[in-house]
């Protein structure tokens, strides 16, 4: 391997890994919520059996390493199903399903927080499920899920990292083929951090700016 000082390409290849890990987190990210707003419906309309399956499904996403189930999904899927899964297919698997794993937890969180009285009364008028569930949980579950949502988002652009362990080329693999180029880890790690930190910063303060607006929104204004 020939070793050399930085170059102007280089800041190309940062931002190329950087686009990488903010597409990837979005689409998973996306992906995730839709999921877990699936999975928190049909846990709220109580559809027998399904339930039990869900949660245990959770369960072992929230409780095992991210790193197995992406050598899993990249690895032994394959093998299993004798198909072909690209490392970025691979890691668009696991990372949706790890994120609506925990966004499930929150969604649930959310909507057993809705004053059961407002619920009741709601039925009593003889509003259906899904009215109750668009006109009088919604909102205040958003509110109350907000803030959870904003810290686990910064927490899985974090994860991201993880998939160049199966060659993706995101910011952290273009971080350690700078690093074995340059011989200068310090100033390199560093950069990728500072891009990492700058990222999950303007995450936090959109959350933010969100969460204000939901809860300006939030309070009881009756059916």
């Known amino acids: ?48 059996l399904v339930v039990p399956v869900i949660t245990m499904i959770t369960e072992l996403l929230k409780n095992s390493p991210v790193l197995v189930q992406l050598f899993l999904v990249f690895f032994g899927l394959p093998m299993f199903a004798q198909i072909n899964v690209t490392p970025v297919a691979a890691a668009t698997i696991t ?27 709601a039925r ?28 686990l988002a910064v927490n899985q652009l974090q994860v991201t990292s993880l998939v160049s362990a199966i060659g993706v080329i995101d910011l952290t693999k273009v971080g350690n083929i700078l690093n074995l180029r340059t011989l200068e880890p310090f100033i390199v790690w560093t950069v990728v951090g500072i891009l990492y930190f700058l990222c999950s910063k303007a995450i936090a303060r ?5 969460e204000t607006r939901l809860r300006a929104h939030s309070a009881w204004k009756g059916l």
């Open 1 to 48: 391997m020939e070793y050399g000082a930085f170059t102007s390409y280089d800041l190309v290849l940062l931002a190329e890994g950087l686009g990488v890990s903010v597409l990837l987190f979005l689409a998973t990210f996306a992906i995730g919520l839709v999921l877990a707003l699936v999975l928190a419906t049909i846990r709220f309309y109580r559809v027998p």
């Open 124 to 151: 009593v008028f003889g509003l259906s499920n899904w009215q109750i569930l668009r006109k009088i949980v919604a909102t205040p579950a958003s509110a109350f899920a907000i803030g959870p949502l904003v810290g």
């Open 206 to 210: 959109l959350g933010g700016r969100l």
């Open 95 to 121: 990372l949706s399903l790890n994120t609506a794993a925990f966004i499930y937890v929150i969604a649930v969180a959310a909507i057993d927080a809705t004053g059961r009285e407002q619920i009741e009364t």
